[in-house]
């Protein structure tokens, strides 16, 4: 990253956090949560956090989510990738393998001035 991009990073991030900061001091009161809509008084089903902390929650399960949505989008791309790898790997193996046996049998090409097997040059 630049420098110029690492700045304006720092100009943006810093007032961000700054303002979040502020917000999650302002408003520290608690709030509660209630799971069950037909029984709101049911104290197993409630959670009583303060108000940022919801906040929080519900910025972190969102990133959650959103990766996981972009980790699975991109699939197809990690298949190809890998079908790509094995396949490469494939080609490899055979190079190496007409490799050995042209050393073996000697050039696969004869003409005039070039020695194939039983030819003097």
Do not use: C
Not at 12 to 33: E, F, G, K, Q, Y
Not at 43 to 61: E, P, R, V
């Amino acid at each position: 990253m630049t420098r110029l991009g690492r700045l304006l990073k720092w100009l943006i991030l810093v007032p961000v956090l700054l303002v979040v900061a502020l917000l999650s001091v302002a408003n520290d009161h608690r709030v509660t949560l209630h799971f069950n809509p037909l029984e709101p008084a049911d104290s197993a089903l409630q959670i009583d956090l303060a108000l940022y902390q919801f906040g929080f929650a519900a910025f972190i399960a969102g990133a959650l989510v959103g990766a996981f949505i972009v980790w699975n989008s991109q699939r197809k791309y990690r298949r190809k990738a890998r079908d790509n790898r094995y396949e490469a790997a494939r080609w490899q193996a055979k190079a190496e393998q007409a490799e050995g046996a042209d050393t073996k049998t000697g050039p696969l090409l004869a003409g005039p001035g070039l020695a194939g097997p039983g030819r003097a040059s």
